[in-house]
DNA sequence: CTGAAAGCGCTTACAG
DNA sequence: CTGAAAGCGCTTACAG
């Protein structure tokens, strides 16, 4: 059987009050009998019990992160490792550990999370997306547990703590930057109703559009179902049923990836016949050719930011809700062309 | 405050051991008395207490999972999510949760690992690397505690269960593939001397090599770090200091296809003048120009499997260690070329 | 400076 | 079929 403290009491011929009291380090013990207490910890090779110490002092030291849902391909995008990178490094820095969601469904997670709050896993929770549906942020807020969010919550952000970038602003900013070029025919591909992020950047390009006083086709913004589920040959037909936009704003890189490869096989060049941007910016990007010009949103940072907000949520539990935002910045690469002069139809 | 087996006892007029009993469903039980108590637990909603009862029946219902030290950007890789994913299906279909390692360096690695077994954090451990240097796994042997591994270990594999494709073998029949079609030149990339996949993968041609009587040219066996740290210039120097493989095996997908944007660059054409294999086949692959014929190592079995061998061993203690070979399949795609000729010098 | 006692929220023999 | 009691391994007032 494991040691416990009682173990340790008995050799160090103390009380396990004691002993308990040189774990925390408490001052008025005496430092000879730490000495005492610690060796007889060493020999015996003493480590506390988490679910023990937990049960008492009301505190898990532990942080529940919640996944999109793993039945989807999310989790194929380098997304998810990066954020969970900069969260850990807070973590760890601050002694905390992390539990980590495993449901498929929007369903399975929810019942997750209720076991985690209820149960008493974890001290908190992050939320690693943002959707326009959810029932978690509700249930968080309703039980007054502390929680963050990376992403913008799409109802009642003021009530919330969450770290995002702007992507309406970020995404405002690449559209005119390819308008800045001359481009009128500007496509937006990879909107979806469910993900916050995707509208905010729809937003952001529709906005850049209306200040340049550039009409907005209703086919040139595409679901991103349409590039996600497609086959090639359905992608192909909807290219050449209509005009072809001159350059394209992607909400991913992932999308972007894929639109290129196929635009191989068209013969469609990149950049020369359509140019093309997208977000997230991934390792590969730079590998592509040509490389692939993107927005770097910091996904690290996005990660560390809501780690520590949360360690102060929890730690201050007064504390107010507050949106940090993370910058974002595009990295020019090569697939966008100089400058071109472009007639409005 | 929460609300406990007590508050729930009191309102459905019986004792706190009846209601553990009916959280039990235990058959002693009358279904009149199980009525009485499971309304009071929805009326009060109750949620039994996770840290106490692991404290009692100790046992957590959580399994930790190490990953390969964050410091490094392996994260990057999607092997990670992907095996994640095989994981979660099987802990959430017996309720288990995850508890994942946040350490950055070998060393705080290893503190967790000893912190997460004498604290009783979790009930098992899988490791989802195998390095040729670790003491973990050695520790965990010792404490007889419970773990599996995803790779083969290095040193007491035969006390250890663990689940891996046969990447010897594996790697054989992609070199003989390349052998079958005429290939000679044939190099190898990605070797390091600490992970012990690419170390198979490594004897894995060799040996189809000296089968088809091949000498192997030192410097046709590249490590790793080569292509990985490399700034692209050094990269050009080399390929020009020597006679040009026309073939390559590589052992990631991310090393294949920062070669072929090189290779583009340098005007060397794949598959015309060098042929490429990778391994893990990632979603990339197929997007790629040409589309990257890579070896799919079924990473989501992996993990299913892991999970699966690790709860047995919890389970039923005394199973004995044991090996679990997933296979591995060639995708071909595009980047080897057909039948060729090649005089070997 | 240190110990005895109570308690965190559960489970589980033991007894009836 | 159900309850009282002891205990899991800790922490923390309270007392001295």
Redesign the pocket.
């Known amino acids: 059987?494991?040691v416990?403290?009682?173990d340790v009491a008995r050799v160090a011929?103390?009380?396990?009050?004691?002993?308990?009291?040189v774990?925390?380090d408490?001052?008025?013990?005496?430092e000879?009998?730490k000495r005492r207490v610690r060796e007889a910890m060493d020999e015996l090779g003493?480590?506390?019990?988490f679910q023990?110490?937990s049960?008492?002092?009301?505190s898990t030291k532990t942080i529940g992160i919640i996944m999109p849902n793993s039945a989807t391909q999310v989790l194929e995008n380098p997304f998810f490792p990066e954020v969970l990178r900069g969260i850990s490094l807070i973590a760890r820095e601050n002694r905390f550990g992390i539990y980590l969601s495993t449901g498929a469904t929007q369903e399975e997670i929810f019942e997750e999370v209720i076991q985690m709050v209820q149960g008493r896993r974890v001290d908190g929770i992050i939320l690693l997306y943002s959707k326009t549906d959810d029932k978690i942020m509700k249930y968080l807020l309703d039980e007054d547990f502390p929680f963050t969010v990376i992403g913008r919550p799409f109802h009642n952000a003021e009530r919330i703590t969450y770290v995002d970038n702007d992507n309406i602003y970020a995404t405002k900013q690449v559209t005119k930057y390819l308008i800045d070029k001359g481009y009128k025919k500007i496509a937006f591909i990879g909107v979806n109703t469910e993900d916050v992020f995707t509208i905010d950047r729809m937003e952001g390009y529709k906005q850049a559009m209306e200040e340049a006083g550039i009409p907005i086709k209703e086919d040139y913004v595409i679901h991103e179902k349409w590039l996600k589920e497609n086959e090639k040959e359905a992608i192909i037909d909807y290219f050449f049923s209509k005009e072809l936009p001159t350059a394209i704003v992607l909400t991913d890189d992932f999308l972007a990836i894929k639109l290129m490869s196929i635009a191989e096989d068209l013969s469609i060049r990149v950049p020369e016949d359509i140019s093309l941007v997208s977000f997230n910016n991934i390792m590969l990007c730079q590998y592509m050719r040509p490389p692939l010009s993107s927005v770097d949103i910091n996904i690290f940072q996005l990660g560390l930011e809501a780690a520590n907000c949360l360690l102060d949520k929890i730690n201050h539990p007064e504390t107010l809700p507050k949106r940090i935002t993370i910058p974002a910045k595009m990295i020019e690469r090569k697939t966008c062309a100089k400058i071109i002069k472009e007639q409005n139809e």
């Open positions: 059987m494991a416990t403290i009682k011929q103390v009380s396990p009050s004691t002993v308990s009291r774990i925390a408490n001052p008025r013990i005496s000879e009998t003493y480590h506390p019990n023990a110490r049960l008492v002092v009301k």
